[in-house]
C-alpha cells in the first residue's frame, strides 16, 4: 500500500493539532509548516513528534509564513504533497481590524501563493487541496440557516481576506482544474483552541475564578450567537472532502446556535456554579445565584468557601466590542452530511465539560508548578 504525503499550514494550531493526529493514525507521512518564534510554539503537537533524532518520523516540520512565496514553492516541490491543508491564518476577528493588511496578505495572498504552488509546479493531477475558509463569510446575511448557496457579506477584514482566498480556490478548481475544495466551517472549538477566543477565554476564567486565582471576567458582546462544535469532529469532515473523486465546497456546522451568555451560564454549570444575569448594555454582569457545593468540591478537589452567592463574575469591557459585529451565524450542513457522510458526533454539552475539566487542571498545575519552583509536572500529577 503507498503510504500518502500530507502538507498542514497552521499544524501548530488547534485544528492543525487534531488533523495531524487524525492523518497520523491514518498511515498518513505528514509535514507541517511552522513559523519561527521565539518561544516554543509547538505545545499542542509536541506528543505527536519523534524525540529521537535518528528514528524515521511520520511527522516532520520545515519553517515557513504564508507571506513567503519562495519558501513555499521550494517545499511543495521537495515534499510533492498528495494532499495540502491549508489551515495557517491570522485568524482572529477582533485582532484583524487591527492588522488588516497583514490578515489580507497572510489570509488572502497566502492561499493564492499554496495554489500558484501547485500550477507552477505542474502538480494539479497529484496534489489535492483544502481551503480553511471560514462561516464568518457570511457576515450580515440575513438569510438562516446558512449553507452553500447563502450570498456572502463579510464583517472583518479577517473575513474579506477569506473570502478572496474562497473565490481563489474556486477559480483555481476551475480554471486549472485543481482538485481545490473549501470547507466553510462554523465555529469549533476544544480544550487546545487558543484562549483568546471566546469560549476558551471562558473556560479558563472559570478555572481561575474557580480555584481563587482570578476574580472577575471581563466579555464584549453577550449576546453573538454562534453554532459551536467540536474541533476534533470538524478535521475529519476536512480530510472527507479530499476523498471525493470530485472537488466541491461544503458547509461543516452542527446546526445549533448558542448566545455567548448561555456558553457561560453551561460551562459555569459544570462547576457547580449557577449563573444569572443583572443589569443592562455595558452595565451587565453575571452574578453566582447558587453553588452546589458537592459537584464543585469534586471537581475542583477544594471547597467553594471563597465564592459568595449574589458575587459578580462577569463584567463587560467595551474593549471586545468590534468595530461591525456578526449577531447570529448557525450552519445548514445538509450537503455534508448526504454527500459525504459526515455528522457531529459532539454535543456542545460534552464540549464545554471536556474544556472546563482540562482548564481546571491545567490551571492547577500552572499554579502549583509556579507556587512550587522547582517542582516537575510529574510531582503536580502526583497530587492530583
Ligand atoms: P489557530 O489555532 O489560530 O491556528 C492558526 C495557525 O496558523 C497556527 O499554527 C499559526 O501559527 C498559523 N499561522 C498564522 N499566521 C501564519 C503565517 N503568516 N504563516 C504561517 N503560519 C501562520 O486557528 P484554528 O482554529 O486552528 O483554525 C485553522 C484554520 O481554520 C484557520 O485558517 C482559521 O481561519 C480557519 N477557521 C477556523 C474556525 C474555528 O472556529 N476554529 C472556523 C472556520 C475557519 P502559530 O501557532 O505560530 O500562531
Ligand atoms: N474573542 C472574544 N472575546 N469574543 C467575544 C468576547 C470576548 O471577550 N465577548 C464576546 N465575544 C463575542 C464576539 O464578539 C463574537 O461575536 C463571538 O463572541 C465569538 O467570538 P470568537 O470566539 O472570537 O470567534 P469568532 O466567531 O469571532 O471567530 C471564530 O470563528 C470563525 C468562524 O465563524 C474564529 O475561529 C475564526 O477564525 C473563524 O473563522
Not at 155 to 170: C, D, E, F, H, N
Not at 254 to 281: C, H, N, P, Q, Y
Not at 323 to 330: A, M, N
Request: aromatic letters at 12%; proline letters at 3%.
Amino acid at each position: 500500500m503507498t503510504v500518502k504525503t500530507a502538507l498542514i499550514t497552521g499544524v501548530t494550531g488547534q485544528d492543525g493539532a487534531y488533523l495531524l493526529e487524525f492523518l497520523l493514525d491514518k498511515g498518513y507521512r505528514v509535514f507541517g509548516l511552522k513559523r519561527r518564534s521565539s518561544l516554543f510554539n509547538t505545545g499542542r503537537i509536541d506528543h505527536l513528534f519523534s524525540m529521537e533524532r535518528d528514528e524515521e518520523s511520520a511527522f516532520n516540520y520545515a519553517y515557513c509564513d504564508m507571506t513567503d512565496t519562495s519558501n513555499l514553492i521550494r517545499l511543495v516541490n521537495d515534499i510533492q504533497p498528495d494532499e495540502i491543508y491549508n489551515l495557517a491564518a491570522m485568524s482572529h476577528v477582533r485582532v484583524s481590524f487591527d492588522m488588516p493588511e497583514y490578515t489580507a496578505n497572510s489570509d488572502a495572498l497566502g492561499t493564492l501563493r499554496l495554489l500558484e504552488a501547485i500550477r507552477i509546479l505542474g502538480l494539479k493531477d497529484k496534489t489535492r487541496f483544502y481551503q480553511a475558509s471560514s462561516s464568518e463569510m457570511y457576515g450580515n446575511t440575513i438569510i438562516s440557516p446558512q449553507n452553500e448557496r447563502t450570498p456572502f457579506y463579510p464583517r472583518s477584514p479577517y473575513g474579506v481576506a477569506k473570502l478572496y482566498a474562497y473565490w481563489i480556490t474556486v477559480n483555481y478548481r476551475e480554471a486549472y482544474s485543481i482538485h481545490a475544495s473549501n470547507g466553510i466551517l462554523f465555529n469549533h472549538e476544544s480544550p487546545v483552541r487558543g484562549e483568546t477566543f471566546v469560549t476558551r477565554k471562558i473556560t479558563r476564567a472559570l478555572a481561575g475564578i474557580a480555584l481563587n486565582l482570578q476574580h472577575t471576567l471581563y466579555l464584549g458582546n453577550l449576546d453573538a450567537s454562534r453554532d459551536w462544535g467540536h474541533a476534533r469532529d470538524y478535521v475529519k469532515a476536512m480530510w472527507l472532502m479530499l476523498q471525493q473523486d470530485q472537488p466541491d465546497d461544503y458547509v461543516i456546522a452542527t446546526g445549533i446556535t448558542t448566545k455567548v451568555r448561555e456558553f457561560a451560564i453551561k460551562a459555569f454549570k459544570v462547576a457547580g456554579i449557577s449563573l444569572d444575569f443583572r443589569g443592562k448594555g455595558i452595565n451587565e454582569e453575571g452574578y453566582i445565584s447558587a453553588i452546589d457545593k458537592d459537584i464543585f468540591s469534586s471537581l475542583t478537589g477544594i471547597s467553594p468557601d471563597h465564592l459568595k452567592v449574589g458575587q459578580t463574575v462577569i463584567k463587560i469591557d467595551p474593549f471586545y466590542f468590534r468595530p461591525t459585529e456578526i449577531d447570529l451565524l448557525v450552519g445548514d450542513s445538509t450537503k455534508a452530511r448526504e454527500k459525504l457522510g459526515w455528522k457531529p458526533e459532539y454535543s456542545l454539552d460534552e464540549m464545554i465539560k471536556e474544556m472546563v475539566i482540562s482548564d481546571i487542571n491545567l490551571m492547577k498545575k500552572e499554579y502549583y508548578l509556579n507556587k512550587g519552583g522547582f517542582n516537575t509536572i510529574r510531582q503536580v500529577e502526583d497530587i492530583f
